[in-house]
């Protein structure tokens, strides 16, 4: 059934007054009807404009002659009273000597949406504190629009943003899905925020980085914590001046493979002593990756004990925090010396483990002692660490990559995401 608001609700002048002034529609638009639909819940208003002289281009403002109307087209808006509100209107194109036909400015809408500017703007404001598939529900939206939404809003925030220095990089890699699926995340580590997102993490995922900033945004890089991974490392020696003297790698990926060692040398440990009815080493795995001074006095003790024995696992465990205190040093030459004490220490160590990732440190040093200098970790990025991951919580119903890297800029690259309109 079909009630139309004119056999119901007789709609008057002061009603199509009021629209105009919810809508914020001004000259030359006014509406011209208002059609209320009683069971489907929906306000209908139809806008009109006054004849001008001349529309101005969208692309240069050249004021123009009106060339004709597009067909009718709608724009879902701001509910009102709960009712599904939508605009109604031909919209003028004009002819540009330049670029020919267009259709000009609309006051309520960005060009190609389907959505008013109001209606975008509350579905962004929405989107960023709820998953896509409760903002679609509550607006009753598909999941095609309200993912079109955000991808505009990202393409906007893009567009807008400036060639502010950034000195201080962070590249980092994601899993996108447990797995091998792998993302670049390239992070200002200044400002907190997400700079380029791109799939895999080749030298190519960090290559389309570089051409995204400006020449003196290159030139004003000083230094770019990352993993010890080599396409990363190639990628910024291509695109950065002195990348070697700025690439830092990241003090808790150092503590990683550290750790990573130490536990090679428990299992391997822990299965010769069980073999021997020794368990001392049962069951303490996360035991030699904690911090103890987070244990509780008891678990404390019971680990000191552990630690202080003559057991191999407690060699490499030392071996891990004697190296990690590179990272306490105020000054390169102390920091230089103490590094080749501790690397001769781990070689003599006779634990396989503990002697391959002192030479890959040994390898990888010069980029490891910057730090002193840049004083940067890729844990500076934590908090945006925790958005990605409230991102890829929430998306459990994203379709596929693309989306989750939109979702990504969306909520962690601090863009100005607002729709623009000519009010
Ligand atoms: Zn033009």
């Not at 009273?81 to 609309?106: E, F, M």
């Not at 906007?156 to 994601?174: F, I, S, T, Y």
């Not at 990352?226 to 150092?254: G, L, N």
Request: proline residues 4%.
């Amino acid at each position: 059934m079909h009630l139309v608001g004119v056999y119901l609700h007789p709609i008057i002048m002061e009603d199509r007054e009021l629209y105009r002034r919810i809508l914020g529609i001004e000259s030359p638009w006014s509406v011209a009807s208002v059609d209320l639909q009683l069971l489907p819940k929906e306000v209908h208003i139809y806008l009109t404009h006054e004849d001008l002289p001349t529309w101005p281009c969208p692309e240069c403002g050249t004021p123009c002659k009106l060339y004709d109307h597009q067909p009718q087209r709608q724009w879902r808006h701001l509910d009102t009273c709960q009712y599904h509100t939508i605009l109604h209107a031909d919209p003028p194109r004009s002819q540009c000597p330049t670029h020919g036909a267009r259709v000009v400015k609309l006051l309520w809408a960005e060009p190609s949406s389907r959505f008013t500017a109001l209606f975008e703007s509350l579905a962004i404001a929405w989107l960023k504190a709820a998953s896509q598939k409760a903002v679609g529900e509550q607006l009753g939206l598909s999941w095609d629009e309200i993912h079109g939404i955000m991808e505009r809003a990202v393409k906007r925030g893009l567009q807008r943003r400036q060639a502010d220095p950034v000195r201080h990089l962070g590249v980092d890699e994601k899993a996108f899905r447990k797995g091998h699926k792998y993302m670049t995340v390239v992070n200002d580590l200044t400002r907190g925020r997400v700079l380029y997102v791109a799939e895999d993490r080749k030298q190519e995922s960090l290559d389309g980085f570089w051409g995204t900033l400006t020449e003196g945004q290159r030139e004003g890089i000083e230094a770019v914590a990352m993993d010890m991974w080599d396409p990363y490392v190639t990628s910024v020696r291509e695109h950065v001046a002195d990348a070697d003297q700025k690439i830092v790698f990241d003090k808790f990926h150092v503590a990683q493979h550290l750790s990573h060692a130490v536990d090679q040398v428990r299992r391997k440990e822990n299965k010769a002593l069980r073999a021997e009815g020794d368990d001392r080493l049962k069951g303490t795995r996360y035991d030699w990756l904690r911090n103890p001074a987070t244990m509780d006095p008891e678990d404390r003790r019971a680990f000191a004990a552990l630690r202080q024995s003559e057991l191999k696992t407690a060699r490499a465990w030392a071996l891990k925090e004697t190296g990690m205190n590179l990272y306490a040093y105020v000054y390169e030459g102390p920091a230089r010396k103490h590094f080749q004490w501790w690397y001769g220490w781990a070689v003599r160590s006779r634990l396989a483990p503990m002697k391959e990732v002192a030479g890959m440190l040994k390898r990888r040093f010069e980029n490891i002692i910057t730090y002193l200098q840049h004083r940067i970790t890729n844990a500076t990025s934590e908090s945006i660490n925790a958005k990605i991951q409230w991102v890829k919580y929430t998306a459990r119903g994203f379709r596929n990559k693309q989306n989750f890297i939109s979702a990504i800029y969306f909520h962690c690259g601090g863009l100005d995401l607002a729709p623009a309109t000519t009010k």
